[in-house]
């Protein structure tokens, strides 16, 4: 069972989806759905429409009926490793480790850019998942090397601390250091992350606004955590509001209880004991004042957990300032950049976040 479980949380193949290049050619042909209360909406659905993209489905399938995720540190970092993907860029890159010095801080940053964007004058500053205790720059590096390719900007992959041995605000300082270095050589400075690491960049938005040190021009998010501690019971966590064919109900239920148990597991060891109010905006960006994210880009998967906070986000982001966009990929669940180069979704996911940067 405990191998089963990892597997979930790692999402993670050596396998390339059958008819990757035709499904992608099929994605990147949908339109917008519409523009409602300022958020402009991409529902990209599989076909057969509401079931699992076959590779995502390979993770859930096995899960046990009430599974029970491993609670140790070392195997929930485990849970965090990934392998597989393939590199998507056909241009010549750079690639180089940095030591970003500035606040008192010492942060590695991994610099990633076209050899001919090397003076671009946007810099997207990134954020790796891995429930705030996991994870490295390294797990998301060809997704990333994918975005600078495709966008012109400088990428800088954050090596932030990781709790609990550096537990909260330790990382969301780390992300603020590199900011601060950074409003001194771009004109433009963008926030971004995945999982965890999402939540990590909006905290970072808005101790940049409340410091002046600068405003974030816009906000890349793949299936961020925007909220701690909430109601597992409470609409948030309402798997049956989640279309998804009858044979497939069961076992998205059980990865919505996983993924449970994880949202109560990361939240202790983030904040390792402090007596501090996970309602906080710095905690909880869902919580925040939703006009601070402007031009958010948010991209979740179908099957997501966290896709109906992810909902809720993106809609008071677009209602306070008019300029947020919304991509749900159809058959896909959480952590989908470790699928890069073998499912469709996520190079379609990977060039519509760069061309909104």
Same mark, same amino acid.
């Given at each position: 069972? $405990?191998?089963?479980?990892?597997k979930?949380?790692n999402?993670?193949?050596?396998?390339?989806?059958?008819?990757?290049s035709?499904?992608?050619?099929?994605?990147?042909?949908?339109?917008?759905?519409?523009?409602?209360?300022?958020?402009?909406?991409?529902?990209?659905?599989?076909?057969?429409?509401?079931?699992?993209?076959?590779?995502?489905?390979e993770?859930?399938?096995?899960?046990?009926?009430?599974?029970?995720?491993p609670?140790?540190?070392f195997? =929930?970092?485990?849970?965090?490793?990934?392998?597989g993907?393939?590199?998507?860029?056909s241009?010549?890159?750079?690639?180089?480790?940095?030591?970003?010095?500035? %606040?008192n801080?010492?942060v590695?940053?991994?610099?990633?850019?076209? %050899?001919?964007? =090397?003076?671009?004058? $946007?810099? /997207?500053? !990134?954020f790796?998942?891995?429930a705030y205790?996991?994870?490295?720059p390294e797990?998301? #590096?060809l997704?990333?090397?994918?975005?600078?390719?495709?966008a012109?900007?400088?990428?800088?992959?954050?090596d !932030?601390?990781?709790?609990?041995e550096?537990p !909260?605000?330790a990382?969301?300082l780390?992300?603020?250091?590199?900011v601060?270095?950074?409003?001194?050589?771009?004109r433009?400075?963008?926030?971004?992350g995945?999982?965890?690491?999402g939540?990590?960049?909006?905290?970072?938005s808005?101790l940049? $606004?409340? %410091?002046?040190?600068?405003?974030?021009?816009?906000?890349l998010? @793949?299936y961020?955590?925007?909220?701690?501690?909430?109601?597992?019971?409470?609409s948030?966590?309402?798997?049956?509001?989640?279309?998804v064919v009858p044979?497939?109900r069961d076992?998205l239920?059980r990865s919505?209880q996983?993924?449970?148990q994880l949202?109560?597991? %990361?939240?202790?060891? !983030?904040v390792?004991?402090?007596?501090?109010?996970?309602?906080?905006? #710095?905690?909880s960006? =869902?919580?925040a004042?939703?006009?601070?994210f402007?031009?958010?880009?948010?991209?979740?998967?179908?099957?997501?957990?966290?896709? /109906?906070?992810?909902?809720? @986000?993106?809609?008071?982001?677009?209602?306070?300032?008019?300029?947020?966009?919304?991509?749900?990929?159809?058959?896909?669940?959480?952590?989908?950049?470790? @699928?890069?180069g073998?499912?469709?979704?996520?190079?379609?996911?990977l060039?519509?976040?760069?061309?909104?940067?």
């Amino acid at each position: 069972m $405990k191998r089963g479980v990892i597997k979930m949380l790692n999402d993670t193949t050596t396998k390339q989806s059958l008819g990757y290049s035709e499904e992608l050619k099929r994605l990147r042909s949908i339109k917008p759905t519409g523009k409602v209360d300022g958020v402009t909406s991409w529902i990209k659905e599989r076909d057969p429409i509401h079931t699992f993209e076959p590779l995502v489905w390979e993770t859930v399938a096995g899960i046990d009926e009430n599974p029970q995720l491993p609670t140790d540190l070392f195997s =929930l970092r485990q849970g965090t490793e990934t392998s597989g993907q393939r590199d998507l860029t056909s241009v010549e890159m750079k690639v180089e480790m940095q030591q970003i010095v500035a %606040m008192n801080r010492r942060v590695r940053v991994v610099r990633i850019a076209r %050899m001919d964007h =090397l003076t671009a004058d $946007k810099a /997207l500053i !990134y954020f790796h998942g891995g429930a705030y205790y996991g994870g490295t720059p390294e797990d998301v #590096l060809l997704a990333l090397k994918f975005v600078a390719e495709q966008a012109n900007c400088v990428v800088y992959n954050v090596d !932030y601390a990781l709790a609990p041995e550096q537990p !909260y605000p330790a990382g969301i300082l780390d992300g603020l250091a590199v900011v601060a270095a950074m409003v001194k050589s771009y004109r433009h400075i963008c926030v971004g992350g995945d999982s965890a690491g999402g939540s990590i960049a909006l905290a970072v938005s808005q101790l940049c $606004k409340s %410091m002046g040190i600068c405003t974030i021009e816009s906000h890349l998010l @793949f299936y961020p955590t925007v909220i701690q501690g909430s109601d597992l019971n409470g609409s948030l966590w309402d798997d049956h509001s989640i279309d998804v064919v009858p044979e497939q109900r069961d076992a998205l239920h059980r990865s919505y209880q996983l993924f449970e148990q994880l949202d109560t597991i %990361m939240s202790g060891y !983030y904040v390792a004991d402090q007596p501090v109010d996970l309602t906080a905006p #710095l905690l909880s960006p =869902l919580l925040a004042d939703p006009a601070i994210f402007k031009n958010v880009t948010l991209l979740v998967g179908e099957y997501d957990p966290f896709r /109906l906070q992810d909902e809720v @986000f993106v809609q008071q982001a677009g209602q306070a300032n008019g300029d947020a966009h919304y991509f749900r990929y159809g058959g896909i669940s959480h952590a989908f950049l470790n @699928f890069t180069g073998n499912v469709p979704a996520v190079e379609d996911a990977l060039a519509m976040g760069a061309k909104l940067i």
